[in-house]
């Protein structure tokens, strides 16, 4: 394997000094001279019709200088992309609690939000669908798909061993400590500045420019320092900007529009809320032989991101198992929640909680170590994923299981800890996931599949990369700082990445689909090898220093700027058949959790966990490292505490007092286990990582909660009052 | 000893509310005495509960050392003053409800959360916001620790975690590993799963840094071995 100069060391991040000493500027440190503050007008019923909007007795509040609806806007009035055209601001039909109706600036936020209370909107309610059970019985819905391999019908009279259940997931809410916001401010030559907290700097301009009317070019968009994201600062931040800029264009003043955390929790995406039917089929020798299951998401009330949802939940529903039959059948539901989003872990979170349940369910059934059950029906090179792609290479799924089987010390305590008596009991589990990571064979409509990325050389030698992709936190900037820095042959800190602003950054997705370490680097790389080449072209053999350099390349005329491409694979994948080639490449995980319940109070407290992955080549542990801890953590967030309570469609656990997440007493020691399996994906041998962190610790702790109990929950979160009824229904069998 | 106790574990208030004000006299007290974290001396004396009529409509304090009498709207809440009128925007709102802790700020030493306060409360008290924890630009330990230990992601908790992080190693300068926990427990993180931050403190504490000044800190290793 290559040695690298750069790649794979630990390289501090260029962001965190500013971050630590309060110098980072989030949207919220920007205060303009004159600004205004907006706010929104939300609709209180989940679905009704709006008869009459009256918008005069907020304009006519002293400090009030707009107050806007949908007519007010010049351009569409719909969501950039958004198949079921999604408005900006609701006309006639409100179809879920906090959609936006109308919004206001004002001179101060009490002026805000008078002029929001004084906004006259007279509904009309209509019968609102909150069930997921019920929208799929009315065929409600967003999206479907399914996978077909052979009858598994044929095969259930012919297994020594079937389980089956239902396993349902919750909405989370991402929960990043910033809450959304952005600033709008009028240029003064005819464009618009958009800043803000936010993943996808081309959606936010694509949405800006649909609501102004404007061509893409007088819309710029600079993203500030993003306080946290994980999938739910893409269609928001669109939505906030497009409502700012209609309201800075309309005074001319900058418009400052930032959500309050109960806003923020009641009225933005959450993970889709999902049941799963799963049915799985084997041998006594634990060969696992057919896969059914019904996966059911609840999309909420728009499209968004329910199709990404489902391809994802979808192309990963047989896990990392060969199945000789399997019916999938996959559906997102429309109902009158709030929509649903994109969530680290997107689709896969879901299928995974319930594939691996019922996969732990199983090898209890035939009496088979769970973690030998897995191994036995690994997929393995050159099989047939259910969507028909042959298994190229790695991830090394044994490799993985070896892993946390060691660190963990996992034949003693599944030996031991059921021998524990007394209040207090131990169990262990394990859950494996196969992730496909790089680009996919989805595309939303619109979105470029080919990245680009610029490199530009100062004549003293300093080098700005722009590029596409926002730091959401997860250190992307940082990296693709060490990754120009190895092909220029110069140091990480001579390299200053754009902050993704439009004028400067080519093409690239939007921070999402984990593409960071994959796409943008090798569009980096690209790139960064032109530039070389041109430098080298005049300085090649000189024994000169990178500076040097570069100034006999500035003496020589050489251009010191180059675009580099990365162009995605020919992938596919047809939803109706479920065939494709839906990935080029992917990653894996195994989890395995140790946990302590309490049998009188049915409190369950995760003291370890071990997250091994197959990422290729760590281009720098350090922020590998971070993203395992920070995954598992959320992980056992969403496995025993996190719950978005709705109550007649509106949103009742809004902020951290009635919806918890994981403080640092709840978080268990987390030991990162990286395994270079080999499989190239992207540049020296990467893979994507963020997401997959998450996806397997909830089925290892259910799993952990059974080892120690014998109660198989089969619902999340695992709140104490869930698994006190799983433990009377344990005992009573 | 009073020591910050945890987010909603087990009790789930800070003891913030009893403790706030106290005649503005104080403020006229020399900067270098008020600047000294004095969380025993500060905890010890019994203070009104509330600003005494005439102080609500402004700001008198010590802030990051320096004395500061300031008019300021009645019910102007800490955080608001700190971050609208004196610019430091380091301190950071993320929840409005005390629920988060990443808008800690430290009066007279001790962690309370500036968007549970009104601006007037801390009459005649020492603040110190992430601003003035690295006076001269010098890092404190614990901002040091955070930054070697690849402690970073987002950011947008880690002013609130580098104060409760020196007050508790202020107050305590051995903590126990369930300590560091604990005083950390009010300070929600969503990216980095606490480990590193923990390990931080941990890491900070164990330099046993020690004072050369009444603002500025120097590792022990860095002073010749000595001190």
Redesign the interface.
């Given at each position: 394997m290559p040695e690298y100069r750069v790649i794979g060391r630990r390289v501090p991040r260029p962001d965190a000094p500013g971050k630590v000493t309060g110098s980072a500027t989030y949207v919220a440190d920007l205060a303009p001279a004159g600004y205004l503050v907006a706010r929104l007008v939300r609709s209180p019923h989940p679905h009704a019709r709006l008869r009459a909007l009256d918008l005069l007795p907020a304009r006519a509040l002293p400090g009030v200088h707009a107050a806007l609806g949908a007519h007010d806007i010049p351009g569409e009035n719909r969501m950039p992309g958004a198949p079921d055209g999604q408005p900006i601001l609701a006309v006639g039909e409100i179809r879920y609690a906090g959609e936006p109706i109308a919004v206001v600036a004002a001179e101060s936020a009490e002026a805000a939000a008078a002029a929001a209370r004084a906004v006259r909107a007279e509904y009309e309610p209509l019968p609102a669908l909150l069930d997921l059970d019920t929208a799929f019985a009315g065929r409600s819905f967003l999206a479907q798909g399914r996978i077909r391999r052979g009858d598994p019908d044929a095969l259930w009279s012919g297994c020594d061993a079937v389980v089956e259940g239902v396993w349902r997931t919750p909405p989370q809410e991402h929960a990043y400590l910033e809450p959304n916001g952005v600033l709008a401010t009028p240029d003064g030559t005819g464009g618009i500045l958009i800043q803000g907290s936010l993943q996808s700097a081309a959606l936010v301009q694509r949405a800006v420019a649909a609501a102004l009317g404007w061509p893409l070019n007088r819309c710029r968009v600079a993203p500030c320092t993003v306080g946290g994201a994980f999938g739910g600062k893409e269609e928001v931040p669109a939505h906030l900007a497009a409502c700012a800029a209609l309201l800075a264009v309309r005074t001319r003043r900058p418009v400052r529009l930032l959500l309050g955390r109960e806003e923020d929790f009641a009225c933005t995406p959450k993970r889709h809320a999902a049941r799963i039917d799963v049915k799985v089929g084997g041998t006594k020798a634990g060969g696992l032989t057919a896969l059914d299951m019904r996966y059911v998401l609840d999309g909420g009330a728009y499209v968004t991101a329910s199709p990404y949802a489902l391809f994802r939940g979808l192309t990963h529903a047989g896990g990392a198992y060969a199945w000789r039959a399997a019916r999938i059948d996959a559906a997102a539901v429309r109902t009158h929640h709030v929509p649903a989003g994109a969530f680290r872990g997107t689709g896969e979170v879901q299928a995974a909680f319930a594939l691996e349940c019922a996969i732990d369910l199983f090898a209890a059934q035939v009496g088979l170590d769970p973690l030998d059950l897995r191994r036995r029906n690994l997929l393995a090179i050159g099989d047939e994923t259910l969507t028909g792609q042959k298994v190229e290479g790695p991830p090394g799924f044994a490799d993985l299981l070896d892993a946390v089987e060691r660190a963990s010390d996992w034949r003693v305590k599944r030996a031991e800890f059921p021998r524990s008596r007394g209040i207090r009991r131990h169990g262990i589990g394990v859950a494996l996931w196969r992730h496909g990571v790089g680009p996919s064979a989805f595309a939303a409509a619109g979105e470029p599949t080919t990245v680009e990325a610029s490199a530009a050389v100062a004549s003293d030698g300093s080098i700005t990369l722009g590029v596409g992709c926002v730091d959401e936190g997860q250190g992307a900037h940082a990296l693709l700082a060490q990754v120009a820095a190895e092909e220029l042959g110069c140091m990480p800190e001579d390299v200053r990445v754009s902050d993704a602003d439009t004028t400067r950054a080519a093409a690239a997705p939007g921070g999402d689909f984990a593409s960071d370490a994959l796409s943008v680097a090798a569009a980096v790389v690209d790139a960064c090898r032109k530039l070389r080449t041109a430098i080298e072209s005049v300085a090649g053999d000189l024994p000169l220093s990178w500076k040097d350099r570069v100034r006999e390349a500035v003496r020589r005329n050489v251009g010191l700027v180059a675009n580099g491409r990365s162009a995605a694979p020919a992938l596919s994948f047809d939803r109706e058949t479920g065939k494709g080639r839906p990935f080029a490449a992917y990653a894996a995980t195994a989890a395995i959790a140790e946990i302590e319940v309490d049998i009188e109070t049915g409190e369950v407290a995760v003291t370890r966990a071990w997250s091994a992955h197959d990422i290729g080549r760590a281009l720098n542990p350090t922020l590998v490292e971070g993203q395992v801890e920070g995954g598992i953590v959320q992980g056992v967030g969403g496995a025993l505490l996190e719950e978005l309570r709705t109550r007649d469609g509106r949103v009742v656990s809004g902020g951290f007092a009635h919806y918890a997440i994981p403080s640092a007493l709840d978080a268990p020691v987390v030991s990162a286990l990286l395994v270079d399996g080999g499989g190239a994906a992207g540049p020296y041998g990467a893979k994507g990582l963020g997401e997959a962190a998450v996806v397997a610790i909830a089925p290892a702790i259910v799993a952990a909660i059974a080892h120690a109990t014998g109660a198989r929950l089969a619902e999340l979160p695992c709140t104490p009052e869930r698994v006190t009824a799983a433990l009377a229904k344990a005992a009573g069998r | 000893m009073a020591k910050p106790a945890?987010?909603?574990?087990p009790s789930g208030k800070r003891p913030i509310s009893a403790r706030a004000s106290r005649p503005a006299a104080g403020a006229k007290r020399p900067s270098a005495a008020s600047a000294r974290p004095a969380t025993r001396r500060a905890a010890a004396a019994p203070r009104p509960a509330v600003a005494t009529p005439g102080e609500c409509d402004r700001v008198s304090c010590v802030l990051n050392g320096v004395p500061l009498a300031v008019p300021s709207a009645p019910f102007t809440r800490l955080i608001d003053f700190l971050?609208?009128q004196r610019c430091?925007?380091?301190?950071?709102?993320?929840?409005?409800?005390g629920?988060?802790g990443?808008c800690t700020v430290l009066v007279e030493g001790r962690p309370v959360l500036s968007c549970l306060l009104l601006a007037c409360q801390v009459t005649g008290r020492a603040v110190t916001?992430?601003?003035g924890?690295?006076p001269n630009g010098k890092?404190h330990p614990v901002?040091q620790a955070?930054?070697e230990g690849?402690a970073?992601?987002?950011?947008?908790?880690?002013?609130g975690v580098?104060l409760t992080g020196k007050a508790l190693i202020d107050a305590n300068p051995s903590p126990t590993p369930e300590e560091v926990?604990?005083a950390?427990?009010?300070?929600?993180?969503?990216?980095?799963?606490?480990?590193?931050?923990?390990a931080a403190v941990q890491t900070a504490a164990r330099r046993a840094y020690s004072r050369t000044g009444d603002t500025s800190w120097t590792l022990r290793g860095k002073k010749g071995g000595g001190a």
């Open positions: - | 945890p987010r909603r574990k971050r609208e430091l925007t380091g301190v950071k709102e993320a929840c409005g409800n629920e988060c990443a916001t992430v601003e924890a690295a890092l901002q955070l930054l690849g970073v992601q987002c950011g947008f908790c880690m002013p580098v926990k604990a950390l427990a009010g300070n929600l993180c969503r990216c980095t799963g606490y480990a590193r931050i923990e």
